[in-house]
């Protein structure tokens, strides 16, 4: 069975999905990651990110893999450098990139073949697996995720105003529900849940109940 929850950035996906595959003894899939690990490894290298071709041709060359919820890139583990912010301002133009996106989509198929698991990103339940069993879009306002995004720094030492993740977020979400292909948007038969109002629990049972309907 999959379960594909898709949703703008801070909207909790991935604390959310990552409960939901405890709960249900699920594999797990962060398709975000695998963008993230290509634009490290454009920005290591130096890559010129207005340079489409120079940009695509070394990304395809960058090997990828997914295992027990980490990410290697070329072999190295760097499930924690990915999430520095320098990355997030990158990765609007890696995820433009048809040829990868064709690249990372096939991957996860394959990750994701024969298992019961739960996939979060933003075109998983659209593009990526049209079929899914149950697909699940998680929302909430510009602000509410802000506001997240702000505790969930400073929790981390970081300390950044509520303007600065806003410019950030929304730059990121013009980004994310723009692009040609692979964009940010609910499946037709995706069940939308907006957070705005429920704590996390509420969100992991509502989730749950959802794909308990469809169990
Ligand atoms: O979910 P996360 O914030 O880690 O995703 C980072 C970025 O990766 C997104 O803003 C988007 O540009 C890209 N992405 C994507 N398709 C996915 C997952 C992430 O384009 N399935």
Not at 67 to 75: H, T
Not at 91 to 109: F, H, K, N, V, Y
Not at 114 to 143: N, Y
Not at 207 to 214: A, D, F, N, T, W
Request: hydrophobic share 40%; aromatic share 4%.
């Amino acid at each position: 069975m999959i379960v594909t929850i898709d949703g703008p950035a801070g909207a909790g996906k991935s604390s959310i999905a990552r409960q939901v595959a405890d709960r249900l003894a699920f594999d797990f899939l962060d398709t975000g990651a695998m963008y993230r690990a290509v634009t490290l490894g454009c920005l290591r290298a130096g890559i010129d990110f207005d340079d489409v071709d120079a940009l695509e041709q070394f990304a395809g060359c960058l090997e990828l893999r997914w295992d027990d919820q980490r990410i290697f890139l070329n072999g190295e583990d760097v499930s924690e450098e990915i999430r520095q912010p320098e990355v997030s301002a990158a990765i609007g133009r890696i995820a433009d990139l048809l040829p990868l996106r064709t690249r990372l989509s096939e991957m996860q198929r394959q990750v994701a073949e024969g298992k019961d698991i739960v996939t979060e990103g933003r075109d998983q339940g659209a593009e990526v697996f049209p079929d899914a069993e149950c697909k699940v879009f998680l929302t909430a306002s510009p602000q509410t995720r802000a506001r997240r995004r702000q505790l969930q720094l400073s929790e981390t030492g970081v300390d950044l105003s509520i303007d600065e993740i806003l410019d950030a977020q929304n730059k990121r979400d013009l980004e994310d529900t723009t692009r040609d292909v692979g964009r940010l948007r609910a499946a037709d038969d995706a069940i939308v849940v907006n957070t705005d109002c429920l704590s996390s629990d509420e969100v992991l049972q509502a989730v749950l109940e959802i794909i308990h309907g469809v169990l």
